[in-house]
């Protein structure tokens, strides 16, 4: 259960945070560093080859062929590669820490409809899982909750820092939406040991489910006329869930519709016309049978499943791979995540992204489905994606191409700070090597 820290919880983090971070980030960030010598990826821009980048005060102060630098450390990465880091959208990373132990699992909430649920309230800065994403030059993720029909709100969360509050990014980026289900179970009833409902019994719940949908974003703006009518000293009951709808209605959050099939997708995007709300599709799996609606009504796309078997049979083995290419040439936005919610594949980012650069998708819009677009659906382009001058200074230096499987991320830079790479895969690869071996 998703759970808000109470205040002397809240108040002992922001004294860690307080006491810790800036210290160090003080100390760390004073210091000018220039990289020179790799091969720079801008992904906004041209790829510069032995090109240098200068950090300054957490951020990108100049980037070039030659830049000037005086005073600046220079850090030699010949032979390697700059990329802007990673971005995991739509994940349980930070709530989830072993799926088979309860104890461990916060991703969701009690109730069908949370607004006032935020997610990044309940990532444990301390997991396991954190750092080994982050060595494989992953730097910043969506904890995404779950549970009901609106689940709550996310942030954009760095994977560096002491507590929640050092990690935080950017706050409420998305409100969850999970569409019901458009299908009905057409088993017929002798085969099913009288479990199957009447078709009609299954519709009429469906409808229901839509209707729940409309009253409640209906009953928000409800509550919004009256608190904006509300005079002051007015004794105003004031109600968390609609506290939490006010930033929704008024087009500063978006709304992230959950949903796989074709039908729900084109019932989403139908509300979401009819209601004038910017939606972002995330899961997608039939997004590619309507390109062509998502595309004209502009609605970005978070496809969660490359690596998913394809769900019938009448499909090519390869229609999930081949999926973001077709979203691509239709003229829609694509960022990747994973295909599962599995904290502990978070690692596996990059490499979904080059499954779908096999199959038809275009090397460099596979980078940016990792970095640049992630950037623009959570609203922080301005900051992360791309290596450009102003922009933080969030970086992963790698030995080969970032999508090829076969390299290996050698430093990170997370807001102008190095941070380390070490993590429990590491040291589990350290101990044993040097295990002795049995006569």
Request: glycine share 6%; proline share 5%.
């Amino acid at each position: 259960m998703l759970i808000e820290c109470n205040s002397a919880l809240r108040s002992c983090a922001l004294a860690a945070s307080l006491l810790f971070s800036p210290l160090n980030s003080a100390v760390v960030r004073a210091e000018s560093v220039l990289l020179t010598g790799a091969t720079v990826h801008t992904v906004s821009g041209e790829t510069i080859s032995a090109g240098q980048v200068l950090i300054k005060d957490g951020k990108i102060s100049a980037v070039g062929k030659t830049v000037s630098a005086t005073g600046a450390k220079a850090v030699d990465l010949a032979g390697l590669h700059v990329y802007p880091g990673m971005i995991a959208l739509n994940t349980d990373l930070g709530l989830v820490e072993i799926g088979a132990v309860r104890a461990t699992r916060d991703q969701s909430e009690v109730g069908e409809f949370t607004p006032e649920v935020q997610s990044w309230l309940a990532v444990n800065p301390d997991s396991e899982l954190l750092p080994v994403a982050r060595a494989n030059g992953v730097a910043c993720f969506q904890p995404t909750p779950q549970g009901g029909v609106i689940a709550g709100q996310s942030a954009l969360v760095a994977l560096d820092g002491w507590t929640i509050e050092d990690m935080l990014v950017k706050p409420a980026i998305a409100l969850h939406v999970y569409w019901p289900s458009a299908g009905l179970d057409v088993t017929p009833r002798e085969q099913s040991r009288g479990r199957t409902r009447p078709l009609e019994e299954q519709d009429k719940e469906r409808r229901a489910r839509l209707k729940e949908i409309d009253d409640f974003f209906q009953e928000a703006r409800a509550y919004a006329k009256a608190r904006e009518a509300a005079k002051e000293g007015d004794n105003f009951l004031r109600v968390p869930s609609w506290e939490a709808m006010l930033p929704v209605l008024r087009g500063e959050v978006p709304i992230t519709v959950h949903a796989d099939d074709a039908r729900q997708i084109r019932a989403a995007v139908s509300w979401a016309e009819t209601n004038r709300f910017k939606i972002v599709l995330a899961e997608a799996r039939d997004a590619w049978k309507v390109a062509g609606l998502l595309a004209s009504n502009t609605v970005p796309v978070i496809y969660n499943h490359v690596f998913t078997q394809p769900p019938r049979d009448t499909e090519n083995y390869d229609v999930q791979f081949a999926a973001p290419a077709a979203l691509w040439k239709a003229g829609v936005k694509v960022a990747i995540g994973l295909s599962s919610y599995r904290a502990s594949l978070a690692k596996n980012l990059p490499y979904e992204a080059a499954q779908a650069a096999a199959f038809g998708l275009p090397a460099d819009e596979a980078l940016k489905t990792i970095t640049l677009y992630p950037a623009q659906i959570a609203g922080v382009a301005e900051r992360l994606g791309s290596i450009e001058t102003g922009k933080d200074a969030t970086l992963v230096v790698t030995d080969g191409d970032i999508l090829d499987i076969r390299s290996n991320v050698k430093r990170m830079w997370i807001a102008g700070r190095e941070v380390s790479l070490d993590n429990r895969h590491t040291r589990l690869y350290e101990k044993y090597k040097s295990r002795p071996k049995s006569r």
